[in-house]
């Protein structure tokens, strides 16, 4: 029954330490496991299965998540650590970290060649920690039709909406679309912000001004009010949504699309001056200096 699925949770950073936490408090079963056994312990606490590796963690899974930083680290757990290999027969994977479109047909080409009885999703998620930690993300999903019934309880533990946008592959092409346009609005802020200081306005009146401006998204408008109180601790850091703006790159002949590489060639400045755990509206910052 779809209500009764048990979920493993493998990879609880910033964004899977939380969707972990909203999965068990929508009352299913939840095994966790993550490298720093740390974050899974505090799981613990709150009710989750603790396991010591991918392979026990995903032993009796119905559903498996994975979260973790890219494809390296995703091949590193379902192939090197056994989770593949440990999964039970029709289990569905719900691969959600942000791997681009090549990371994606990586995992598709393991899932083939070691499990083609496992059923793969490719639904990376839309939102950050804040989202995350309110169950409010947007779940990119796609793969088979067959399985929505039975992946749709958790999907909603995890977001707001669940948008199912075709078959795997595709869930990660509509992420990266998601990430460019996100990238280039936090370059339009930070420019924003450090132009208005260069002209030498005082910074609080500028974000006053563009409140409420139809310009201003409701996710501009949070920036912007943390850039006002010179807050840049991680929400989204540099370093993933660099990640994320390379993979787009990747897909595209970057003469074509010149802004956003010149984009990404500025915040790999940033995050080589060792700004890349920060959010990635510390761009405001550098500009401004
Ligand atoms: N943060 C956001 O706003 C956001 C939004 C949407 C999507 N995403 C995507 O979601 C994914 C996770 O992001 P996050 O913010 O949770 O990142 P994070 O806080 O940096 O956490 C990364 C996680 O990946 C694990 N990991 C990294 N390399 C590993 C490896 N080789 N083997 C096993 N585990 C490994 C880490 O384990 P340890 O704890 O042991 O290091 C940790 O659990 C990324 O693909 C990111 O692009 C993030």
């Known amino acids: 029954m779809a209500g009764t699925q048990r979920v493993a949770v493998l990879g609880l950073g910033g964004m899977g330490r939380p969707m972990a936490a909203n999965i068990l ?4 079963p939840t095994v966790v496991w993550n490298r720093r056994p740390e974050p899974a312990r505090q799981l613990g606490g709150q009710g989750a299965e603790v ?6 963690a995903v032993r ?7 979260m973790v930083t890219d494809a390296d680290a995703v091949v590193s757990i379902a ?10 027969e029709g289990v569905i994977w719900a691969q959600m970290s942000t791997i681009g479109v090549s990371g994606t047909e990586r995992i598709a080409r393991l899932v083939t060649e070691q499990r ?8 990376p998620v839309a939102g950050s920690r804040g989202p995350a930690e309110q169950g409010k993300l947007v779940v990119l999903a796609s793969g088979p039709e067959q399985v929505r019934d039975r992946i749709g309880p958790v999907f909603d533990a995890i977001g707001q909406r669940t948008v199912w946008v075709g078959p795997a592959g595709s869930g990660s092409r509509f992420k990266l679309v998601n990430s460019l346009l996100l990238a280039f609005i936090a370059e339009g802020l930070a420019e ?7 002209l030498g306005l005082d910074r609080a009146a500028v974000v006053g001004a563009l409140q409420g401006s139809p310009l201003v998204s409701v996710w501009a408008d949070e920036k912007l009010q943390r850039i006002g109180q010179d807050d840049y601790s991680p929400q ?24 956003a590489n010149s984009l990404a060639a500025q ?3 940033a995050v080589d001056h060792g700004l890349g755990g920060e959010d990635l509206t510390v761009i405001t910052r550098v500009l401004q200096h």
Do not use: C
């Open 25 to 28: 408090r929508a009352g299913l």
């Open 51 to 56: 396991a010591d590796s991918p392979a026990e």
């Open 236 to 259: 989204y850091p540099l370093s993933l949504a660099i990640k994320d703006v390379n993979l787009a790159l990747l897909e595209v002949d970057v003469d074509r699309f010149a802004v």
């Open 60 to 66: 009796r899974a119905d559903v498996v998540i994975t």
């Open 79 to 88: 192939a090197d650590l056994g989770m593949l290999a440990a999964m039970a």
């Open 116 to 123: 083609p009885d496992v059923v793969l999703l490719d639904a």
């Open 267 to 269: 915040w790999q400045r």
């Open 192 to 198: 924003s912000i450090a132009f208005g200081h260069a």
